[in-house]
């Protein structure tokens, strides 16, 4: 599945945005229901990616649906990158322009309100049709490393950044997001000391 998601060139925007609708529960000949979480990939408008995520959030609040959606993803990676006085930063960016990531437990009576969610086009699927992604593709592409990493970090611990461009360097925390998992460190980089977002699977306590 992850290798049949690809970049698309889309059409301009302009009006063509929907707005959120309240679910259609009793959809003739719509009785599907998954009884487990899984994980969907939805596809939305260029550009529109962190628009889509924060109205279906929005949707998911507004109509109690916090049962069904549990998590909400968009794939970044850190890139570096030379400036034209030869300076080097790393910059955050969407690794995958218009696809976002819903871990839920899919059902037709929800069909209609995740994919008219303002910013959203549909599902990735044949026709459509929502097609949950592989434990293969969830593997790889690494969707469930916050529910497999705990947060045992703290402020001013030092640690060794074990993935991303600053492999093998070490950092000193300086904020920790336990709920998204991720901290905030400080890192000397290019003969300067910067601040760079990290997840906690990119690090490791530095023994």
Request: aromatic share 6%.
């Given at each position: 599945m ?6 698309e ?6 009006d ?18 998954d ?18 995520e924060?109205?279906?959030?929005k949707v998911?609040?507004?109509y109690?649906?916090?049962n ?8 970044t ?61 969830v ?15 703290a ?19 300086t ?19 910067n601040k760079?977002?990290?997840h906690t ?7």
């Amino acid at each position: 599945m992850a290798d049949e998601i690809k970049n698309e060139n889309n059409t301009k925007v302009a009006d063509a945005v929907y707005d959120d609708v309240p679910p259609e529960l009793n959809v003739a000949g719509n009785n599907r229901r998954d009884t487990e979480a899984r994980w969907y990939v939805l596809h939305t408008f260029n550009g529109y990616e962190t628009v889509a995520e924060d109205n279906l959030k929005k949707v998911v609040e507004k109509y109690h649906l916090e049962n069904r959606v549990l998590e909400i993803f968009i794939p970044t990676e850190d890139v570096m990158t030379e400036k034209k006085n030869g300076t080097k930063v790393i910059n955050t960016q969407r690794s995958m322009p218009t696809y976002i990531f819903v871990k839920m437990i899919y059902g037709d009576d929800i069909w209609h309100t995740i994919t008219r969610t303002r910013g959203i086009t549909g599902f990735v699927g044949p026709k459509g049709r929502p097609l949950p992604l592989s434990n293969a593709d969830v593997m790889k592409m690494k969707l469930e490393r916050k529910l497999n990493t705990k947060v045992a970090f703290a402020v001013d611990d030092v640690v060794q950044i074990i993935d991303g461009p600053l492999m093998g360097q070490t950092a000193r925390i300086t904020d920790v997001d336990a709920p998204n998992h991720k901290v905030t460190v400080m890192v000397d980089m290019f003969g300067r000391t910067n601040k760079v977002e990290l997840h906690t699977s990119q690090i490791k306590a530095n023994n």
